[in-house]
């Protein structure tokens, strides 16, 4: 910034003021690798006497390593009673598709029994955790409202609390974490793909989530658990992260990662975004056409195998580009919802499952009411600062 040598201090403030707003929405996302950071399943030091001699569960998937090895498997290295593993959505090695049935079933390398966490047994049974003194958690969050992890911690946090069991939360950086936005969920539209009044975009890691789950007496009949969360070394909040491992099949990159929380509405409408491509999660389109725009067919492959459109051209938008990750808004994009609502141009775009995803029964009308990005957006600021005065009592890292 250049030194004004003016000596009207009301101007050099203001000149200030500008410089600031400036460089806040104009400067470029800084996207970091992963290993600047040390995630708390590398301080083996710090959690290592909260398991010894206990016997350990540990809620984890493909995500869930210390360096290459899994932390199942470096935890029996260093002989630690670790007699079951919870798996998630996508299952503990990661391969199921959304949506899909993940079994009971025995680890082949560890011999481990592997208790699915999604479908209908998606808390914890006293049963289950009969044998268990306490629980380790470990997956990489994206900081998504409806990614379904934050809710399977959150059951799991609650049967360990109605069992006086502990819980860890081995904590990861959010690579969708340098923002919060988009509208708060209704009590009416509570469940798995949102179990709190949060927004689509939280701005929290996954253990200050806990942290503020727990606290704020937000698991059935505010009950609390016996929560330590190990937090990260280096984490820089204003920055996403290049993630070394895919969080979730059709999330493969940090640009698939970093347009999710726009995406993901359109799991609840007729358009394809982009699974059984190269690209999920990047490209978006429906069966309708439309002169000039990106078009690509679904095919089915190891990822998918049956995927929406299967085999039929769609036509739509690419947004694989990099423009977007040097230039990420801090917000969730509409525009591209309301393009292809008006590109199909049909009652039924929307479906049942959208306001799930949105968290309320208001988005949906406002779109199909051609209402503008500015109007809707400004319909979420009360909920939305109302909400920042809640989560900024968890932060355990600096924040923006």
């Keep these: 910034m250049p030194i004004l040598k003016s000596k009207n201090t009301k101007m050099i403030a203001l000149y200030v003021l500008i410089t600031l707003i400036f460089y806040k929405y104009n400067a470029q996302t800084c996207i970091l690798n992963y290993s600047t950071v040390t995630c708390g399943a590398q301080q083996i030091e710090n959690y290592l006497p909260l398991l010894k001699n206990k016997k350990v569960a540990v809620l984890t998937n493909i995500s869930g390593v210390v360096g290459n090895t899994t932390l199942v498997d470096t935890l029996l290295t260093l002989r630690i009673n670790v007699v079951k593993v919870f798996g998630p959505e996508h299952g503990f090695r990661g391969k199921t598709e959304a949506g899909d049935k993940v079994a009971n079933t025995i680890d082949t390398k560890t011999g481990l029994p592997i208790i699915s966490l999604y479908g209908k047994n998606k808390k914890p049974t006293p049963e289950q955790l009969n044998n268990v003194d306490v629980v380790v958690f470990d997956i990489q969050d994206v900081g998504v409202r409806f990614y379904t992890y934050i809710s399977t911690m959150c059951y799991a946090m609650e049967a360990c609390a109605e069992l006086n069991k502990e819980f860890i939360v081995l904590d990861r950086p959010n690579p969708n974490g340098f923002y919060v936005d988009g509208p708060l969920l209704q009590n009416k539209y509570k469940g798995f793909l949102g179990l709190h009044n949060v927004p689509i975009v939280y701005g929290l890691t996954i253990g200050e989530y806990a942290n503020m789950a727990n606290n704020e007496g937000w698991l059935k009949n505010k009950i609390k658990c016996k929560l330590t969360v190990i937090p990260l070394i280096n984490y820089k909040r204003n920055c996403s992260y290049e993630l070394p491992i895919a969080p979730s099949p059709n999330l493969p990159n940090i640009q698939s990662i970093l347009l999710y ?19 999920p999660f990047q490209i978006v389109g429906v069966t309708k056409f439309v002169a000039n725009s990106y078009t690509f067919i679904p095919l089915a492959n190891k990822l998918t195998n049956n995927p929406k459109y299967n085999g039929i051209t769609c036509y739509g938008l690419n947004l694989s580009n990099d423009v977007y990750l040097k230039n990420h808004p801090k917000t969730i994009e509409l525009k591209w919802l309301i ?20 968290g309320n029964d208001t988005l949906q009308k406002q779109i199909s009411l051609n209402q503008s990005e500015t109007k809707i957006r400004k ?22």
């Design 379 to 400: 319909s979420w600021e009360k909920d939305l600062n109302n909400y920042k005065k809640i989560r900024v009592k968890y932060l355990l890292y600096p924040d923006f």
């Design 339 to 358: 393009q292809m609502a008006k590109y199909d141009n049909s009652k039924d775009f929307f479906d049942k499952n959208f306001n799930y995803h949105s």
């Design 261 to 279: 929380p726009s995406l993901g509405l359109f799991e609840g409408t007729k358009t394809s975004i982009g699974r059984g491509t190269k690209l």
